[in-house]
């Protein structure tokens, strides 16, 4: 059935209303969540909040088992989705830059944007960068046009890169979710009790 549009079952005028109402949905969900707080976001760093690595993982886990689902029950075709070409060096480096800015300013792109829609002014100070950013990339982008085009790997996944099936990647990040999530929880009680003794201290 799916891919709805690639299909022609509804027309592709239909790219922009899905992409607001999905945009809506998953801004709600990050404020919902905590995300508009830069406190809740870089407590990852600093063991003693990772509610933003629950959350993703659990997104991750469950996209991933439903996709795998809706393929073996022939709701949707896999072969016909789109993924991101892969540029492995520049995909690395970039990731190293964007993670640099999560600790620093305590927002990613997402996430300044739900911060900007209530009003935080960090957020704002944020998002002013990350369009200041924007700016400077375009205009430096005939300076690295070579190096943002290197390493060019075509549109693989992570199970054709190491060749195996997506059920086994699946069940592997299953796996690592679950691990996260029960390590992660050691860690928070650790430092929260470490935070508590220090302030009674």
């Not at 592997?172 to 302030?199: C, D, M, N, Q, S």
Request: hydrophobic share 55%; aromatic share 18%; net charge negative.
């Amino acid at each position: 059935m799916g891919p709805l549009i690639p299909q022609g079952i509804i027309t592709g005028e239909w790219d922009f209303v899905i992409a607001l109402l999905l945009g809506i949905f998953f801004g709600f969900i990050l404020e919902a969540s905590g995300f508009s707080s830069s406190r809740n976001i870089t407590g990852v760093f600093y063991g003693y909040n990772f509610v933003v690595l629950r959350v993703f993982l659990t997104a991750v886990v469950v996209t991933m088992i439903g996709l795998l689902y809706f393929n073996y029950m022939g709701w949707i075709n896999l072969d016909m989705l789109y993924i991101l070409p892969t540029y492995l060096t520049p995909m690395i480096v970039g990731a190293a830059i964007m993670g640099l800015g999560f600790v620093i300013g305590g927002f990613c792109p997402g996430t300044s944007y739900t911060g900007v829609a209530i009003g935080k002014l960090d957020a704002i100070v944020f998002t002013a960068g990350l369009f200041l950013g924007i700016f400077v990339f375009s205009e430096a982008y005939p300076l690295i046009e070579g190096f943002y085009n290197s390493d060019a790997m075509g549109r693989i996944t992570i199970s054709e890169f190491i060749g195996v099936s997506n059920e086994v990647i699946t069940f592997g990040f299953v796996i690592l979710a679950l691990a996260a999530f029960w390590g992660t929880w050691l860690i928070e009680k650790r430092v929260r009790k470490t935070i508590t003794e220090y302030k009674f201290d």
